[in-house]
């Protein structure tokens, strides 16, 4: 009885599995950020749009002129499964430190000074050659007198870095004077927080 | 009776159409909001004073990579090593036992899994002069994207593209799989 059921519906199975595998499987999925929160796509063809805002979720598209499905969720495995080669194959996310600055020198705060050891573990753990150090500036002083102290304060912390052992080969500097301030202000205003190098290991 | 069915099948019928259509408007609608990036630009003009591209133009760097893996640039193959690094146009190919990941210079990560084809169509990231824009586009594979700087300081200038959709984006993570279509 029981093999009859089957005999009868052994060509849907047949037909299914055919199915699965003529089909072209295009899958886009979201997962949450390092930091935890989850971000959104937008996938969109000629056939329609669907926003994924959920961790986990899965879209599938046929060609470019069918709609994607609506989105559901996705066993963990099968994410494993399929993309666990990818996902292992991602870099180590950047760290990005900023420095401070004395007020018209190239001379670190107290603070910042403290922090350098934890820019050398960040180039140990990623065995970084490949580190950018940009000098900035506030806007009190002339702009070319800005970019020379922005510049200074890039080489100053070239210099430190290369004394504590990172080789000097790996690190490139650039200087952006008053341009590319972290917090916006009328010209001629001291704010710390604009006086700074940052250094980023990637 | 009959009449009844056929006017539910009607009903059906028109509420199908129509909301295909209104996801066809909306598709346009995001297209319009998305439209392309300004045709490619030479490293040599967007390499300001204050440029964040480094000064070769360099747009990514190799960060990982097992088994056979291959960089294409302008038709030749480039072997790869730890900080290759990796211009505009150049395509990333990994075999069947490869894998390999990069990061871009606004932090942005990407990595392929085997049998994978991924090309960097756009990279511009000049924040001081408001020129930010990163176009991937996968042709085959698996992939995984972890979205950078670029995507913070303006979604709109980020693109995924695919043989099948588009990809927009709001700070995200996130997996694409494509398959080869059986004809080609």
Redesign the interface.
């Known amino acids: 009885m029981k093999s009859r059921i089957v005999l009868r519906i052994s060509p849907f199975i047949f037909l299914f599995l055919v199915s699965c595998a ?1 089909a ?11 930091d935890g ?13 669907q926003v994924i805002d959920k961790p986990g979720y899965v879209t599938e ?4 002129a ?3 499905t609506p989105p559901r969720l996705m066993d963990k495995k099968e ?1 494993e499964r ?13 760290a ?1 430190y900023i420095l401070y600055f004395k007020t018209g020198a190239a001379e670190l705060t107290e603070e910042s000074a403290k922090r350098l050891p934890e820019i050398l573990a960040a180039i140990a753990e ?1 065995k970084s ?2 580190l ?1 150090v ?1 000098g900035h500036s506030d806007t009190v002083g002339a702009k070319e007198k800005n970019q020379e102290i922005s510049y200074n304060r890039a080489q100053r912390v070239k210099e430190i870095l290369v004394k504590m052992g990172v080789d000097p080969r790996a690190i ?1 500097t ?1 200087s ?2 008053e ?2 301030p972290l917090v916006k202000t009328p010209d001629e205003v001291t704010e710390p927080r604009n006086r700074r190098v940052e250094v ?1 290991v ?1 | 009776m009959k009449w009844v069915i056929v006017l539910f099948a009607l009903i059906f019928f028109m509420g199908t159409t129509t909301m295909a259509a209104s996801d066809r408007e909306l598709a346009r609608r995001y297209m319009e909001e998305h439209p392309a990036p300004a045709p490619a630009q030479t490293p040599a003009t967007i390499v300001g004073k204050t440029a964040l591209v480094a000064s070769d133009g360099e747009i990514a760097r190799v960060k990982t990579f097992q088994g056979s893996v291959q960089v294409e640039r302008t038709g030749k193959t480039i072997p790869v090593n730890r900080d290759e690094k990796i211009y505009k146009g150049d395509t990333l190919k990994t075999g069947a036992d490869g894998s390999m990941g990069i990061t871009f210079r606004d932090n942005t990560l990407l990595s392929l899994g085997p049998d994978s084809t991924v090309i960097m169509d756009e990279f511009l990231f000049d924040p001081a002069q408001g020129k930010l824009s990163i176009v991937t586009r996968i042709i085959k594979g698996t992939a995984a994207y972890l979205s950078g700087i670029i995507a913070k300081l303006s979604p709109q200038s980020v693109r995924f593209e695919t043989p099948v959709a588009t990809v927009g984006f709001r700070g995200t993570r996130f997996l694409v799989k494509i398959e080869e279509e059986k004809s080609r």
């Open positions: 003529a072209p499987k295009n899958l886009f999925v979201l997962l949450p950020d390092p929160k989850t971000g959104q796509i937008v996938v969109a063809n000629q056939g329609g749009t598209i046929r060609d470019a069918t709609p994607p994410i399929l993309f666990g080669t990818a996902l292992s194959a991602q870099p180590v996310p950047p990005t990623r050659s490949d950018s940009v490139s650039e952006h004077g341009e590319n980023t990637r």
